[in-house]
């Protein structure tokens, strides 16, 4: 027994001789930094030892390029679920601490927008508050307001290019 167990340890010895530098190799391919690359190297022929006792010559090869690529799958897979977790977190973080900001902004931009509405003339500030803020259509502005469809649409359109001059002048 105890000659089976040093056989197979001169084995793995020799095994790693041979293919340490095929393994580095194949990691070095696959991976972008060296010391990773050695470390999983060194991984392969740990495990190897785990296998001792089913070892032999003919086999060790199969062993060997088998561990390496399991271990090769296994730390990509990690890598790339590590990737996945840092993007979320930051997309996470983005948006908890820009919402009070992005609140803030808002809020100024529709004080501003307000002063801007103060600004313009009666008529021309009811048809741009009932277009942007009541949603309604053309006819039933000039309905409401008593004038034609055509007058509603120039008072909302030189009244959106008055507010949009207000808020670049402010800003």
Do not use: W
């Not at 001789?17 to 060296?34: M, S």
């Not at 897979?77 to 908890?96: G, H, P, V, W």
């Not at 502005?141 to 469809?149: G, K």
Request: with cysteine.
């Amino acid at each position: 027994m105890e000659n089976t167990l040093n056989n197979n340890q001169q084995l793995i010895a020799d095994s790693y001789v041979k293919y340490r530098d095929v393994v580095h190799g194949y990691f070095r391919k696959r991976l972008v930094n060296d010391f990773e690359a050695e470390d999983l190297t060194q991984d392969v022929f740990i495990k190897l030892v785990t296998y001792a006792q089913m070892l032999r010559p003919d086999t060790v090869q199969y062993f060997i390029f088998t561990i390496a690529r399991n271990l090769s799958i296994d730390y990509n897979r990690r890598f790339f679920k590590k990737l996945e977790i840092a993007q979320y977190l930051m997309n996470e973080t983005d948006s908890c601490s820009n919402t009070t900001e992005n609140e803030i902004a808002y809020n100024e931009l529709v004080c501003i927008e307000q002063q801007a509405l103060q600004s313009l003339p009666e008529q021309r500030g009811k048809v741009y508050q009932l277009s942007m803020y009541g949603e309604y259509t053309y006819k039933e502005m000039a309905e409401i307001l008593d004038i034609s469809p055509r007058t509603v649409e120039k008072h909302l359109f030189t009244g959106r290019a008055d507010v949009r001059r207000y808020i670049a002048a402010v800003i």
